[in-house]
């Protein structure tokens, strides 16, 4: 259990939900359309996390900013009308998450993904009402930045800790000298989550309230 706990800090892919499906399929959707092969789900499942053009950039090393940025919109012209639907939440979560907003607990989401895309996936689930905020992300933006952002507005304090399934999410809570909690039922190992050193490390959604209560 942590104390002082001002605000739960979500990341969403990997964390609230998992969102393979549709990304592996928005990707080779992408890739397809500029004559390039597609890559296997499980070489996609080990990138989701990080903004969209580093992505690419792992499967296309080659590629120059132009064709970077035309892949991105050729995936987002896919994500926007069925890919953000092909989602899940994790087991658990459409009850943890409510739990804790019932109980006072304040709760946020920061996201790589682009603010229209994460509330359009947290409104698919029903789930909007138990935000204060949803922050997103852009192609260039560093989530530690949207934490910086987020600290400068008010929105949150030095209280807030950010959960999520990936290191670049805890490093991103170090770097605004915030605690983080790190989850393994999203695509980040134990190992990878370990080293980077958050202030707990959750193996199931069930144990999301210990976090405060």
């Known amino acids: 259990m942590l104390s002082n706990v001002s605000t739960l800090i979500f990341d969403l892919d990997g964390t609230i939900s998992n969102p393979s499906l549709g990304i592996t399929r928005c990707i080779n959707y992408a890739l397809a359309s500029h004559g390039f092969h597609e890559v296997p789900a499980e070489a996609v499942a080990a990138e989701i996390g990080p903004p969209l053009d580093e992505t690419f950039l792992k499967f296309q090393p080659n590629a120059d900013q132009p064709l970077v940025s035309s892949l991105i919109a050729k995936y987002r012209e896919r994500y926007a009308e069925v890919g953000y639907a092909e989602n899940e939440l994790y087991p658990g979560i459409s009850e943890e998450l409510p739990a804790l907003s019932g109980n006072g607990v304040l709760l946020g989401i920061c996201t790589s993904k682009r603010r229209d895309f994460a509330e359009k996936i947290v409104s698919h689930f029903g789930l909007l009402p138990h935000f204060k905020f949803i922050d997103g992300g852009d192609v260039g933006i ?55 050193g958050p202030s707990a490390i959750l193996e199931e959604v069930r144990e999301l309230g210990r976090l405060v209560f």
Request: charged share 25%.
């Open 142 to 196: 560093k989530k530690r930045e949207q934490l910086s952002r987020l600290l400068r507005s008010g929105e949150i304090d030095h209280d807030a800790v950010m959960v999520g399934d990936r290191a670049v999410d805890i490093l991103a809570a170090q770097g605004n000298g915030l605690r983080s909690t790190g989850v393994l039922w999203g695509f980040g190992s134990a190992q990878e989550l370990s080293e980077a």
